[in-house]
T-cell receptor, first 111, second 114 residues
């Protein structure tokens, strides 16, 4: 079983819909990252959070440390939001911290 | 623009050939790391470095070597390429690698070994 599980694996929605992508993890973490990967492959960091909630434009990320769960929300979705969204957790390993990644959620927004 | 620069973007190798994937950052980040991304799997850590002169193995280090002679550069060497090393490779850096700073990723190198 992966340490980081994302759901859904694929999500297709109409433009304007509210989007939720979920991430569950099974280990103790220092922080959680949400990343965006567009076709063409580059990876951009959206959020890093260790508690509570962060907002940037139409994107909102929340984390519940006790439940080992995080969500990424997109309000008023747009076709340019189409991408793969990756959850990654920062885990302490023999004194160093390392990222462990989920397999990603492929989001397609239809105009 | 400041960031992480990876070269080349694409490469085709024959089995047994060697090559070096370059990674450079100009943000004075201490932590640098290499990942590979394969279909259906999350990115996996190959090697990482917490500062110049210090490197360590990640989850999938076999077949790869690294060195960190300067803060800016962290090259990844394939000594004898194998088809199993066909993948997309990402380099990333962070000020410390810890929970106080985010990560910056390069644009990736798509490697095919035939």
């Amino acid at each position: 079983k992966n340490e980081v599980e994302q759901s859904p694996q694929n999500l297709t929605a109409q433009e304007g819909e509210f989007i939720t992508i979920n991430c569950s993890y099974s280990v103790g973490i220092s922080a959680l990252h949400w990343l965006q990967q567009h076709p063409g492959g580059g990876i951009v960091s959206l959020f890093m959070l260790s508690s509570g909630k962060k907002k940037h434009g139409r994107l909102i990320a929340t984390i519940n440390i006790q439940e080992k769960h995080s969500s990424l929300h997109i309000t008023a979705s747009h076709p340019r939001d189409s991408a793969v969204y990756i959850c990654a957790v920062l885990v302490k390993d023999f004194g160093n911290e390392k990222l462990t990644f989920g397999t990603g959620t492929r989001l397609t927004i239809i105009p | 623009n400041a960031g992480v620069t990876q070269t080349p973007k694409f490469q085709v190798l024959k089995t047994g050939q060697s090559m070096t994937l370059q990674c450079a950052q100009d943000m004075n980040h201490e932590y640098m790391s290499w990942y590979r991304q394969d279909p259906g799997m999350g990115l996996r850590l190959i090697h990482y470095s917490v500062g110049a002169g210090i490197t360590d193995q990640g989850e999938v280090p076999n077949g790869y070597n690294v060195s960190r002679s300067t803060t800016e550069d962290f090259p990844l060497r394939l000594l004898s390429a194998a088809p199993s090393q066909t993948s997309v490779y990402f380099c990333a850096s962070s000020r410390t690698g810890g929970s106080d700073y985010g990560y910056t990723f390069g644009s990736g190198t798509r490697l095919t070994v035939v």
